[in-house]
C-alpha cells in the first residue's frame, strides 16, 4: 500500500522496514534515512518546488525515487550511500515551457564498498524555458566493487528552449564500473515523417514522441494509475 | 471511391541535385502498376515525393489525385486521403507500441472523414481480423514499434498497417528486399488480400520472381535517370531479366 504524504521535512525507516511513499507537495528540505536492510520507494511529484533532498542508505538498503518535475524550481538529491550493499536509484522527469528555470542537481556519494547507484534523467524543453542537470557521483579511494550509472537525455521541442548538462564524475578507486552519459537533441525527423505518413498530424505526432521519449522513466513505477496520471500531467506541459 | 493519380513532367531535388526530370505516370482504380530501373534512377525518390517527404523538393511539374492537387497538400492529408508507402527501411518508434500507434493512426483517418473515432473494443476487433490473416502475434503488437523485429517482420508489419487503414492507392519500396523465400511469400500474400477494383498499387523492386509470382502486375514501367522511358505489360519484366536495363538507358544521359 501506498502512503500520501505532504511536505514531509523527514522520513526515517528503521531496519528490514518497507514503504512506499507518494509526495505531491514537498517541502524546502526532506530527510531521508533507510535504516539496514529497509527498502523505500519513493514518489514525488514537484509543481514548481524548491527542495533539498539528503539520503542516508544502511546496509543492504534499497531507496527507489522517481520524481517528476514540472515548471521552474530547483531541486537537488545528496545520496550518503553509506552502507555496504546499497542500492540508490534516482530518476526524473522534467517538462518546462514558456520561461521556466529550472535546476536539477544529484550529488552521490558511493561511501561503502559494494554499493549501486543508477541515475536515469530525462527532460523535454519547450518555449524558452531552459533546464540545467548537473550530476555528480563520487567514488573515494580504497571503495570496493562499485557500480554506477548516470544517464542524462533532453529533447529540445523549441529552437529558444535551452539545456545544459553539467555530469561530475569524481572517481579515487580502481574496482568500479561507472557508466555516463549526457545527449540533447530534437525530435527525430524520420519518426515524425513516419507517423504523419499514417495519417498522424505534426502536432500530434510530436506528443506522441515526446510522452515515448519521457515515458522510459515512468515506466518503471508500481503504481499504474499513478504513472498514468503523472504521464497525462507531463504531456498537458508538453502540450502549451 | 474511385482512385486515380495522374502524374504530370514531375521534377523534383534532393537539395540542389535534380532526381526526377519530368516523370508522367497515370495509374487508375484497381490497377497494379511496377516500376523498374537501375539504381539512382529516382525510384524511391519517387514514392518518397507522393508522400510528402520534406526532404525532397518538387520543383515542376503536377500530381493530381483521386481529382485533388496532391501536391499542395500536406504528408497527414495525402496519407487521409488515401496514399500509403510501405516503407523500404521502417522506422523504430521506442517507447511506441504498434496497436497504440495504430491507434492513433486509424481515428486521425476516421476524424478526417467525419467518423466517430473507434472505441477500445471494435478497434481491437478491427486489428486482431488483420493482425491473424498476417501471421502478426499478439506480442509483435505490443512491442514498440520496428524495435528489434527481423527484416521480415518488419516488411509483413507494413502490410499490416496497409491492411488497417485501408489505403485507396499502396506505395510498395522494395517490399521484398532483403527477405527470404518465406517471408517475400507472406509479403506477397498481404498484397494479394489487399488487392481490388477500388485499391491501385505501385511497386518498386528488382525481384523479376516476386514480380511476376506475387505481385501479377497490369502495367510495368521502366524509369531511367529521373523519367519514365518505356511503359508496358508484363512482358517488359522478361526483357530485363533477360537484357537488363542496357536498351533503355540508351540515349539518355547519366
Keep these: ?58 546496509k543492504n538498503a534499497s531507496y527507489d525515487l522517481v520524481t517528476v518535475h514540472l515548471g521552474s524550481g530547483k ?20 517538462a518546462l515551457n514558456g520561461d521556466e528555470r529550472a535546476e536539477i542537481k544529484t550529488d552521490f556519494r558511493h561511501n561503502a564498498d559494494k554499493t549501486t547507484s543508477r541515475q536515469l534523467v530525462k527532460g523535454a524543453v519547450g518555449g524558452r524555458a531552459k533546464a540545467v542537470f548537473d550530476g555528480g557521483i563520487l567514488i573515494p579511494y580504497n571503495k570496493k566493487a562499485i557500480d554506477g550509472a548516470q544517464q542524462h537525455r533532453a529533447l529540445l521541442l523549441s529552437k529558444t528552449a535551452e539545456v545544459k548538462a553539467v555530469p561530475k564524475l569524481e572517481i579515487y578507486a580502481d574496482d568500479v564500473k561507472c557508466a555516463h552519459g549526457s545527449a540533447i537533441g530534437t525530435l527525430n525527423k524520420d519518426q515524425l515523417f513516419y507517423l504523419q505518413t499514417r495519417g498522424i498530424d505534426e502536432a500530434q505526432a510530436r506528443r506522441i514522441l515526446t510522452a515515448a521519449f519521457l515515458n522510459e522513466v515512468l515506466d518503471t513505477m508500481r503504481i499504474p494509475e499513478l504513472r498514468d496520471e503523472w504521464g497525462r500531467l507531463i504531456g498537458l506541459k508538453n502540450d502549451d | 471511391m474511385s482512385a486515380w493519380l495522374e502524374i504530370t513532367d514531375l521534377h523534383a531535388n534532393v537539395g540542389d541535385k535534380p532526381i526526377l526530370k519530368g516523370l508522367s505516370l497515370s495509374i487508375n482504380a484497381g490497377e497494379v502498376h511496377v516500376i523498374m530501373g537501375p539504381n539512382g534512377s529516382g525510384k524511391s525518390t519517387l514514392s518518397n515525393v507522393l508522400c510528402g517527404d520534406p526532404r525532397y523538393e518538387v520543383t515542376a511539374g503536377a500530381v493530381a489525385f483521386k481529382g485533388r492537387d496532391l501536391l499542395t497538400m500536406n504528408v497527414e492529408e495525402r496519407a487521409r486521403a488515401g496514399i500509403f508507402l510501405a516503407f523500404q527501411n521502417p522506422i523504430e518508434i521506442p517507447g511506441v507500441s504498434m496497436s497504440t500507434f495504430m491507434k492513433y493512426a486509424l481515428n486521425a483517418k476516421r476524424k478526417a472523414a467525419g467518423l466517430k473515432e473507434y472505441d477500445a473494443v471494435s478497434f481491437m476487433k478491427h486489428i486482431k ?29 507494413e502490410t499490416f498497417q496497409m491492411a488497417v487503414l485501408e489505403p485507396d492507392f499502396c506505395i510498395l519500396d522494395e517490399m521484398d528486399s532483403g527477405l527470404d523465400v518465406d517471408a517475400v511469400k507472406v509479403a506477397g500474400n498481404g498484397v494479394k488480400i489487399m488487392r481490388s477494383p477500388e485499391r491501385s498499387f505501385l511497386v518498386i523492386s528488382h525481384n523479376i520472381g516476386f514480380l511476376h509470382e506475387q505481385i501479377r502486375p497490369d502495367y510495368v514501367h521502366i ?8 511503359n508496358g505489360g508484363a512482358e ?19
Design chain 1, 1 to 58: 500500500m501506498a502512503e500520501h504524504l505532504e511536505k514531509a521535512d523527514e522520513l526515517m525507516l528503521k531496519p528490514n522496514e518497507t514503504r512506499v511513499v507518494v509526495e505531491t507537495a514537498l517541502a524546502e528540505n526532506t530527510a531521508v534515512v533507510v535504516g539496514d536492510d529497509a527498502h523505500l520507494v519513493h514518489y514525488r511529484l514537484s509543481d514548481g518546488a524548491n527542495n533539498a533532498l539528503t539520503v542516508k542508505l544502511g
Design chain 1, 75 to 94: 531541486l537537488s538529491v545528496y545520496a550518503d550511500l553509506a552502507g555496504e550493499g546499497c542500492f540508490c536509484r534516482s530518476d526524473a522527469v522534467y
Design chain 2, 129 to 157: 481480423i488483420r493482425a491473424q490473416a498476417l501471421e502478426i502475434t499478439d506480442e509483435m503488437l505490443k512491442r514498440p514499434v520496428n524495435v528489434g523485429f527481423s527484416g521480415g517482420e518488419k516488411k509483413r508489419l
Design chain 2, 223 to 230: 524509369l531511367v535517370n529521373g523519367r519514365v522511358v518505356e
Design chain 2, 236 to 254: 517488359l519484366l522478361d526483357e530485363v531479366r533477360a537484357n537488363g536495363f542496357a536498351r533503355f538507358q540508351k540515349g539518355t544521359a547519366a
